[in-house]
C-alpha cells in the first residue's frame, strides 16, 4: 500500500515567495493533519481535517499560512509571504477513524533565506 | 505543565540491555496512547500502539500504560544499535476528536 505521499520533499526559496506544500494521504482515510517539525519546538500540529474539513486550524502561526483540501485525496499548505523564521520540517499525516494512530509522510524540508 | 511529557534525553544504553523510556500525560480522558520512532532527518514511524491498563508486547517492545498513574511506557528488549533514535509518546485526549499531543520525544543511544 501506498503511504502518505508529499511533495517536494526539500525546498528552498527567498523570503518573501509563495510556498506550496502537497500531500496525498493513505487511500481511505478521512483524517487529514499539518504538523511543523523544528529543533526547538519539536513537532507542532498547525491543522486537522475531517472528511476534508477543517476541524482545528488553532496551530496555524498566522494569516500566513492557509491550508485546503479540495478532495479525500490531496490537501495543500501555502506559506505567503514566506519568512526565514518559517524554515522547518513540514509533515503530513492521515488516519482513519476515532482511537487509530496517524501515519506521516516523508516530509517536506523547508528553507527560506 | 506540559500535556505530555517526556525526558528529553540522551538515554544512554549498551547493547543487549533493556531501554526504558517514559511519557506522564495530563488529560484524565485520554483514550488512545501511541508509540513513534524517528531517525534523524526521517519522520515518525508508528511502533506501538496501547488502548487498555496493562502490557502490550510486540516482538523485543512492551507498551505499558497505567490510567491512574497517567503515565505510559516503552521498554526495548535487547536493544540494539539501530534502535538509536528518538521517541515520541503521543495521546488521543478524550475531546480531541482524531488529534494526537506529542510529547517532545527521548533521544535513544544504543552503544555498541
Known amino acids: 500500500d501506498a503511504g502518505v505521499i508529499q511533495s517536494p520533499r526539500h525546498e528552498v526559496t527567498e523570503m518573501g515567495q509563495e510556498v506550496t506544500l502537497r500531500c496525498k494521504p493513505i487511500?481511505?482515510?478521512?483524517?487529514l493533519f499539518w504538523y511543523r517539525q523544528t529543533m526547538m519546538r519539536g513537532l507542532e500540529l498547525l491543522i486537522y481535517?475531517?472528511?476534508?474539513?477543517?476541524?482545528?486550524d488553532s496551530g496555524m502561526p498566522e494569516d500566513r499560512f492557509s491550508a485546503k483540501m479540495p478532495n479525500a485525496s490531496f490537501s495543500t499548505l501555502k506559506i505567503q509571504p514566506s519568512e526565514p523564521r518559517d524554515s522547518a520540517v513540514y509533515f503530513c499525516?492521515?488516519?482513519?477513524?476515532?482511537?487509530?494512530?496517524?501515519?506521516f509522510g516523508d516530509g517536506t524540508r523547508l528553507s527560506i533565506l | 505543565q506540559k500535556e505530555v511529557e517526556q525526558n528529553s534525553g540522551p538515554l544512554s544504553v549498551p547493547e543487549g540491555a533493556i531501554a526504558s523510556l517514559n511519557c506522564t500525560y495530563s488529560?484524565?480522558?485520554?483514550?488512545?496512547f501511541f508509540w513513534y520512532r524517528q531517525y534523524s532527518g526521517k519522520s515518525p514511524e508508528l511502533i506501538m500502539s496501547i488502548y487498555s491498563n496493562g502490557d502490550k508486547e510486540d516482538g523485543r517492545f512492551t507498551a505499558q500504560l497505567n490510567k491512574a498513574s497517567q503515565y505510559v511506557s516503552l521498554l526495548i528488549r535487547d536493544s540494539q544499535p539501530s534502535d538509536s533514535a528518538t521517541y515520541l509518546c503521543a495521546v488521543k485526549k478524550g475531546n480531541a476528536g482524531n488529534m494526537l499531543t506529542f510529547g517532545g520525544g527521548t533521544r535513544l543511544m544504543v552503544k555498541p
Open positions: 499525516a492521515s488516519g482513519l477513524g476515532d482511537s487509530q494512530p496517524q501515519h
Open positions: 481535517f475531517n472528511n476534508n474539513v477543517p476541524i482545528d
Open positions: 487511500s481511505g482515510h478521512n483524517s
Open positions: 488529560d484524565r480522558g485520554s483514550q488512545s
